[in-house]
Nanobody, 122 residues
C-alpha cells in the first residue's frame, strides 16, 4: 500500500527557509516520480516541482526557480523540498504526490500526502 506523509511546514518570516519532507512507504524511490504541489486559500492547486523516478530530471515552476530545491534520500525513502528566500505568496498547503510520470496536473497523480501548512508572514 502506497503511503506518503508530508511534514516540515510552519510559520516563517519573509526571506526565511523551510525544509519539507515527504516520507514514502509501500514502494521504493526510483519506482515513482514525486511531485510537490501547493494550494493557497481560494486558489487552485498548482505544481511546484517534480522529480522523475530516475532522479535525473526536475521541473520547477517559474515562481520557485532558484529558490526551491527538490532532493531524494533513497536510504530513507524520503523526498525533501528545501525552500529558501520565502515570500508571502509562497503561503499555502504543500502536498507531495507520487505517480509513474511527472506532470504539472494534479489529477494525474494517484497518491497524495496529507499536506503541510506553510505560512510566510512577518
Amino acid at each position: 500500500q502506497v503511503q506518503l506523509v508530508d511534514s516540515g511546514g510552519g510559520l516563517v518570516q519573509p526571506g526565511g527557509s523551510l525544509r519539507l519532507s515527504c516520507a514514502a512507504s509501500g514502494f521504493t524511490m526510483g519506482t515513482y516520480a514525486i511531485g510537490w504541489f501547493r494550494q493557497a486559500p481560494g486558489k487552485e492547486r498548482e505544481a511546484v516541482v517534480c522529480l522523475s523516478s530516475s532522479g535525473g530530471s526536475t521541473n520547477y515552476a517559474d515562481s520557485v526557480k532558484g529558490r526551491f530545491t527538490i532532493s531524494r534520500d533513497n536510504a530513507n525513502n524520503t523526498v525533501y523540498l528545501q525552500m529558501n528566500s520565502l515570500k508571502p505568496e509562497d503561503t499555502g498547503v504543500y502536498y507531495c504526490a507520487a505517480d509513474f510520470l511527472c506532470s504539472s496536473y494534479s489529477y494525474e497523480f494517484d497518491y497524495w500526502g496529507q499536506g503541510t501548512q506553510v505560512t510566510v508572514s512577518s
